[in-house]
């Protein structure tokens, strides 16, 4: 099958392009906002990128009205965020956070997981999630198209 992602019609049930990276593990993205609200968005776009230095990177597309994410800006403005890890066991709560809600909801009450307190920063993490990175932003590559916004962070 040849397929070019965006261009030939596939006529299969879901997009290729995102099925053919696997595994592709879900991470949770926590942010805070300069306000102090907690933010918690679900991400399957995220990778490592070196071990030395360790850095780590996800990216975001734009919201359907073309505005970035709360997650992205919030990393931006505060320079930090935590990738918590969502196991099978928490897929329901990720399937909750995914829901698009106004600015300000707080997305760890509503996916029903416990807010634990960062070692390193004034970030919440996800207290269920067996693995969590605490991260310092540096910074934003934006790419074209519906550009995604890719966070380089260690």
Same mark, same amino acid.
Request: hydrophobic letters at 35%.
């Given at each position: 099958?040849?397929?070019?992602?965006? +261009?030939?019609?596939?006529?299969?049930?879901?997009?290729?392009?995102?099925?053919?990276?696997?595994?592709?593990? +879900?991470?949770? +993205?926590?942010?805070?906002?300069?306000?102090?609200?907690? %933010?918690?968005?679900?991400?399957?776009?995220? %990778?490592?990128?070196? =071990?030395?230095?360790?850095?780590?990177?996800?990216?975001?597309?734009?919201?359907?009205?073309?505005?970035?994410?709360?997650?992205?800006? %919030?990393?931006?403005?505060?320079?930090?965020?935590?990738?918590?890890?969502?196991?099978?066991?928490?897929?329901?709560?990720?399937? +909750?956070?995914?829901?698009?809600?106004?600015?300000?909801?707080?997305? =760890?009450?509503?996916?029903?997981?416990?807010?634990?307190?960062?070692?390193?920063?004034?970030?919440?993490?996800?207290?269920?999630?067996?693995?969590?990175?605490?991260?310092?932003?540096?910074?934003?590559?934006?790419?074209?198209?519906?550009?995604?916004?890719?966070?380089?962070?260690?």
């Amino acid at each position: 099958m040849f397929y070019q992602p965006g +261009i030939t019609d596939h006529d299969l049930p879901h997009d290729p392009f995102k099925a053919c990276v696997v595994p592709r593990p +879900i991470g949770w +993205i926590s942010t805070q906002n300069k306000a102090g609200q907690a %933010n918690l968005a679900p991400y399957s776009q995220f %990778n490592n990128l070196t =071990f030395d230095p360790p850095y780590v990177m996800f990216s975001s597309n734009q919201t359907v009205d073309g505005t970035r994410k709360d997650t992205v800006v %919030n990393a931006e403005e505060t320079g930090k965020f935590v990738w918590n890890l969502a196991t099978w066991d928490l897929r329901e709560a990720v399937n +909750i956070s995914a829901e698009q809600v106004p600015y300000g909801v707080d997305e =760890f009450e509503r996916a029903n997981v416990t807010k634990e307190a960062a070692t390193l920063m004034n970030v919440p993490m996800v207290q269920e999630s067996p693995v969590k990175f605490e991260c310092e932003y540096h910074s934003t590559v934006r790419l074209p198209g519906n550009p995604p916004w890719v966070q380089w962070m260690w």
